[in-house]
């Protein structure tokens, strides 16, 4: 037996605990050494690029002219774990606050088939320096998340991937952004934007710089808007729906392909979620957070390891009809039968054999 990424990442879809050199080994009954995990987990840096070798396959048998790339970030918690360039402060801002953790971006691609990574960043903050409010070192990215997004929407166009539509949260709704996709890359994007983005109702007002807010319109089912700083029209929705608490929120998205209907609009872009279900899946199901490697090197392979976890998971999801969740589920159960009837193989003795075991009534 030979240690290979294929079971690298069998390993981390059947864990429930911590995966450790020592764990596989053990797993292979000494077949593997924990020298030859460590050594593969420190053998080369594995990358993007290598991540698409591996899911163009797959990918194949997902494609389709209505495919969506959906481009979000997610952190990985690790408050325990030494300091490094990947490992260390983010903002997160769905927290409100700073954590500790791998921050990472990835680039979604989602059919109706099925969905899967193509291309993926992790956040590596390289500079270190004072900061100037609290006096303590930081760290800051050379490379933004920003940039991150566009290369990887123009490495999606570059491998040739058929999709229809970028979409993505609030947080990568740039001019830049926009711009990039509708006119270098000329493909079509579905965003939200913030409230109190400016808008022109009429390229007359444009030209004129007669900008309103967007959340002083009153809206029908859509407008046809010029958003300040872009030189094409969006269409512009307003969304309404209920939070799990029952509250209101409202959603304002904006669509370069200004021929879709609202309905259209708030349809494509409910294809988003499905990047929140990855994220789930990914920590829960593909052993994400459970490595204690100590390297950074070996932090960011186990990372690339997880992807191509979920990438299996996602295969198997779509052949059997069973989501990831279900399947992690099946793999424990299997796994507590196999430890049943192992340990009856142990000893014939049993604590409960009735015939020995007198109840004294109440």
Not at 60 to 69: A, F, H, M, R, T
Not at 158 to 175: G, I, T
Not at 215 to 222: D, F, H, I, R, T
Not at 279 to 296: D, F, G, V
């Amino acid at each position: 037996m030979d240690m290979t990424l294929d079971l690298y990442v069998d390993y981390l879809i059947c864990s429930t605990s911590y995966t450790t050199a020592t764990g596989l080994s053990k797993v292979t009954g000494g077949v593997i050494s924990h020298d030859k995990v460590t050594r593969f987990l420190s053998l080369k840096d594995y990358t993007a690029a290598d991540l698409w070798l591996i899911s163009k396959p797959f990918y194949k048998s997902i494609e389709s002219n209505d495919g969506v790339i959906i481009v979000d970030d997610s952190i990985e918690e690790k408050p325990y774990t030494d300091e490094n360039e990947i490992i260390c402060w983010h903002f997160d801002h769905t927290k409100d606050r700073s954590v500790k953790g791998i921050n990472f971006i990835t680039a979604l691609y989602q059919t109706e088939i099925g969905s899967m990574p193509i291309g993926y960043e992790l956040v590596k903050k390289t500079h270190k320096y004072i900061n100037q409010k609290t006096g303590k070192n930081s760290r800051k990215a050379t490379i933004s998340k920003q940039q991150h997004y566009r290369n990887l929407i123009k490495n999606a166009v570059q491998n040739n991937l058929r999709f229809k539509y970028v979409l993505n949260d609030v947080w990568f709704s740039s001019v830049e952004n926009m711009t990039f996709v509708k006119r270098k890359l000329n493909k079509d994007f579905i965003m939200p934007v913030k409230s109190n983005r400016k808008v022109a109702l009429s390229e007359k007002d444009k030209a004129l710089g007669r900008f309103v807010g967007i959340n002083s319109l009153e809206l029908g089912e859509s407008i046809l808007v010029w958003l300040h700083g872009l030189d094409f029209p969006l269409r512009l929705v307003r969304q309404v729906f209920k939070n799990e608490d029952g509250s209101t929120g409202v959603l304002y998205l904006v669509s370069s392909d200004i021929e879709l209907k609202k309905h259209q609009i708030e349809t494509i872009y409910q294809r988003r979620w499905k990047v929140e279900t990855y994220h789930q899946s990914l920590k829960n199901n593909a052993s994400l957070a459970k490595s204690p490697t100590k390297i950074m090197r070996t932090q960011a392979n186990h990372f690339f390891a997880s992807l191509c976890a979920y990438i299996r998971l996602e295969s198997i999801s779509i052949g059997t009809k069973i989501n990831h969740f279900a399947l992690k589920q099946k793999i424990y159960l299997a796994a507590m039968k196999t430890a049943m009837e192992k340990i009856r193989e142990f000893g014939s003795y049993c604590f409960c054999q009735t015939d020995n075991l007198k109840i004294n009534p109440a």
